[in-house]
């Protein structure tokens, strides 16, 4: 049974920082790139950050370039979402997900708040 379980999320205050975790299982991880995205209140979800299989390439949304890191560690079969200098405007719903052309895999997600 595939799953991807978020964990991490929380309450934090403007300019601070959060270390969000998803754990993969049922599924060959070091195979798939993975994604975090975010979706805010009345908006769309976005794309915040993506990792290929094996940690060599990352993107990130222009929102989060130089605050955000992607990172992976397939032994462990878990990506990372480290948030730094964050702000407001950042507050979503943050969820994994895995990528492949034989699947597409989503977590249930886990909040952020960011607020004074």
């Known amino acids: 049974q595939v799953q991807l379980v978020e964990s991490g999320g929380g309450l934090v205050q403007p300019g601070g920082s959060l270390r969000l975790s998803c754990a993969a299982s049922?599924?060959?991880?070091?195979?798939?790139?993975m994604n975090w995205y975010r979706q805010a209140p009345g908006k769309e979800r976005e794309l915040v950050a993506g990792?290929?299989?094996?940690?060599?390439?990352?993107t990130y949304a222009d929102s989060v370039k130089g605050r955000f890191t992607i990172f992976r560690d397939n032994a462990k079969n878990t990506v990372y979402l480290q948030m730094n200098n964050l702000k407001p405007e950042d507050t979503a719903v943050y969820s994994c997900?895995?990528?492949?052309?034989?699947?597409?895999?989503w977590g249930k997600g886990t909040p952020v708040t960011v607020s004074s």
């Open positions: 997900n895995a990528q492949g052309v034989d699947i597409n895999y």
């Open positions: 990792i290929s299989a094996y940690g060599g390439t990352t």
């Open positions: 049922g599924f060959t991880f070091s195979n798939y790139r």
